[in-house]
């Protein structure tokens, strides 16, 4: 095989995906003003469900934008030598392969963070708050974008620099070095990310003793489960739309609520979707999903340190100087349909555990309550509530929610 036909396998799957994505996109927008289902009559009223029908059709055109502009914007990097001209800024400035690569990497991310700021910046001010979901002052927008750079020059390019370095001492034998600091990584950040990242974009605080406390305490015990840490977060400072969440293992496990949650739903729902994320917990979907993800990790890395040293990947970007980095780019683009499969399976194993969850917390506290609850929460978030089949299949990580409420229901 030579680069260029190498080259012409990766816009060819670009493309690929591209159409593949927009003709999902029309099928699922065809379904946009279909009737309610009996089961969801309840959820919109005429007015509301109008509203929900325009947030859809908004969001669908505002998508289509955004993902032509990417593949123009894509195209035009592959078509002017894009690559071979950052590669050749990055080598202006060192000889060290690590610094290019960090270089390289640093004016990639930051080119391409910059030119969708715009659209994040229309999503955000304009689309949702036309329709009254957000919460998002200017100052929080531009420190979560600070914020979020900090996190990847430190984060980022310290995992980015063992990695080279790994691959400089070890050759292919890299993968495994890899996968071992990838799965520590892995496994510190599920157990600490609630403690340590999101203070820095959320203000978190105890969930105060009161009716709401005693009531998730007290069907914590039912089911033998110790939960101590409770938290409240502040999602109504970027939203109004609500979520809870599970985090940690041991010690460290805990539950938290946004307080648009609290906000909007009465306590006994709120327990029932407590019991809900406690039964993905004590069905160790949790861990299985980490090890899922560890696994496919490791596969991923093995397949990269075989081809990654090719010069073909580089040549087939049009880059003449064999480099990891470039490899690492062109590596990304080819396995992309794989990665579509691996995903593919995911989505429908978190289906299933969204069924187990649902049952658990039917069968060990009430399904009404649950029932009701994503009913408020779907109707608040404007939520697309007749799919299209074939785009769920795709793409939905949750069952409907008329799917949800027959399973509920029988």
């Known amino acids: ?52 029908q325009s947030y859809k ?35 202006s400035y060192s000889s060290n392969n690590t610094i290019i690569a960090l270089i390289f990497f640093g004016i990639i991310m930051l080119g391409s963070d910059l030119l969708t700021t715009p659209f994040s910046y229309y999503k955000t001010f304009v689309i949702e708050e036309n329709f009254g979901f957000n919460k998002t002052s200017m100052n929080t927008f ?3 974008k600070i914020k979020g750079w900090l996190m990847l020059i430190i984060v980022g390019a310290g995992i980015l620099s063992l990695i080279l370095w790994f691959y400089e001492v070890t050759g292919t034998n890299f993968w495994l070095y890899t996968w ?56 109504s400072k970027r939203s109004t739309k609500a979520n809870a969440y599970f985090s940690g293992f041991g010690s460290e496990k805990r539950v938290t609520l946004y307080d648009t949650l609290i906000k909007d739903l009465d306590e006994e729902e709120i327990v029932a979707v407590l019991a809900h994320e406690i039964g993905h917990y004590k069905r160790k979907h949790i861990i ?17 340190s075989i081809l990654v040293s090719n010069p073909l ?25 794989i990665s579509e499969i691996t995903s593919l399976i995911m989505n429908i194993l978190s289906r299933k555990f969204e069924y187990q969850a649902d049952n658990y917390a039917k069968n060990t506290y009430a399904s009404e309550p649950l029932i009701s609850s994503l009913k408020k929460l ?30 509920l229901r029988s």
């Open 1 to 52: 095989m030579t680069s260029t036909i190498l080259f012409y396998i990766i816009i060819g799957i670009i493309f690929i995906n591209f159409i593949s994505d927009k003709v999902l996109g029309a099928l699922n927008a065809k379904h946009f003003n279909d009737t309610l289902p009996t089961e969801l009559e309840d959820v919109y009223d005429k007015k509301e469900y109008e509203k929900s």
């Open 180 to 235: 071992a600091l990838v799965t520590i990584f892995s496994v510190f950040m599920n157990m600490f990310y609630s403690k340590l990242v999101v203070p820095l974009f959320n203000k978190q605080v105890p969930l105060e003793c009161g009716d709401l406390r005693d009531k998730i305490a007290a069907y914590a015990a039912t089911v033998g489960f110790k939960l101590n840490k409770i938290f409240v977060i502040d999602g």
């Open 57 to 91: 059709a908004t969001n669908y055109k505002f998508s289509n934008i955004t993902s032509i502009f990417s593949l123009i914007l894509t195209l035009a990097f592959f078509y002017f030598d894009g690559f071979e001209y950052v590669d050749n800024i990055a080598r």
């Open 288 to 304: 299985f999903n980490l090890l899922a993800s560890i696994s496919l990790t490791g596969f991923t890395l093995y397949i990269l």
């Open 378 to 407: 779907s109707k608040n978030s404007l939520s697309n509530l007749t799919p299209h089949p074939a785009y769920v299949f795709m793409h939905y990580s949750h069952p409907t929610l008329q799917e949800r409420i027959k399973n």
């Open 313 to 337: 990947l580089s040549n087939a970007l049009g880059v003449e100087i064999a480099s990891f980095h470039i490899g690492l780019i062109a590596f990304g683009l080819l396995y992309s349909p």
């Open 142 to 144: 531009i420190l979560d």
